[in-house]
Every structure is written in structure tokens, then in C-alpha cells.
């Protein structure tokens, strides 16, 4: 955890999406200092009819390349959100190519009851994860 779900169009050979994710993944362990084997990634792929994605209101440029990431989380305070979000970007432009305003982001937190990672043990409740999150 922190589990990140992309929703992108449809498209993307399995190299480029691999790069993507190991982008975001530079950026999820910078900002949040977790460890390197903390990764739960999830790829949706849309038809463009599936998958509208406009700017708020903001007039920001979208292209076939925009990516909404949800992020379901643990709470993190705004500088590391902010932190994460700055990555992010940077990551995505200089690996694929993503220009920052083809990326959208949106948190959602929960608390440590709300996870399971196996054996049907609430891990970080149990103890089982303790001290090797420490970033979370």
C-alpha cells in the first residue's frame, strides 16, 4: 500500500505501461518513503468513449496520453500528497513522455483496519507489518 489504480486509454504496448508503472512507482517511493517491494498497482484500460476526463474548469490541455490515478492510502500529510504529486509528473514526463497536465491524481485515505494483505490478518493491526512501514 498505498494502492494505485490508473485509468487510462486504451492503447499502450505492455512496454510502455510497464514504464509507467515503474515511474510511478519512483515517485510513490520518494514521496512516501516506503519500501521497495510496497507496490499494489492496478491498470484500467478505457475505449475513449469510457473515459472523459476534463479540466474543472481550468482550460488544462488533455491528450490520448492523460492518466487519472486514484490513490487509496493510509493518511498522509499535504506536503508528502504535494510531494507526490510533483514526482509523479516529473517521473511520467521524463520516462513516457506524459506532459504534466495529462495527469490527474485523487487520494483516498483510510486507516490501518481497512487492509488485509493476505492470510485474512488485518496485518498492520496484528503487529505483522510494525516498524517495516514507517513511512506509511
Same mark, same amino acid.
Given at each position: 500500500m ?10 499502450r504496448?505492455d ?5 509507467l ?33 476534463e479540466d ?24 508528502a500528497?504535494?510531494?507526490f ?21 485523487? $487520494?483516498i485515505e ?6 488485509s494483505f493476505?492470510?485474512?490478518?488485518a496485518q $498492520?493491526?496484528t503487529g ?9
Amino acid at each position: 500500500m498505498p494502492l494505485l489504480r490508473f485509468d487510462i486509454l486504451e492503447g499502450r504496448s505492455d512496454a510502455e505501461l510497464e514504464t509507467l508503472l515503474d515511474a510511478a512507482h519512483r515517485a510513490m517511493l520518494a514521496a512516501f518513503n516506503v519500501p521497495a517491494r510496497d507496490r499494489y498497482q492496478i491498470v484500467h484500460e478505457h475505449k475513449p468513449s469510457r473515459l472523459i476526463v476534463e479540466d474543472t474548469g481550468l482550460d488544462i490541455p488533455r491528450t490520448e496520453k492523460m492518466i487519472f490515478l486514484q490513490v487509496t492510502s493510509r493518511p498522509r500529510g499535504r506536503e508528502a500528497k504535494e510531494n507526490f504529486y510533483r514526482l509523479l509528473v516529473d517521473e511520467l514526463e521524463k520516462s513516457c513522455g506524459i506532459a504534466s497536465s495529462d495527469v490527474v491524481v485523487s $487520494f483516498i485515505e483510510n486507516t490501518d483496519e481497512d487492509w488485509s494483505f493476505g492470510y485474512g490478518r488485518a496485518q $498492520f493491526l496484528t503487529g505483522e507489518l510494525g516498524g517495516k512501514l514507517e513511512g506509511n
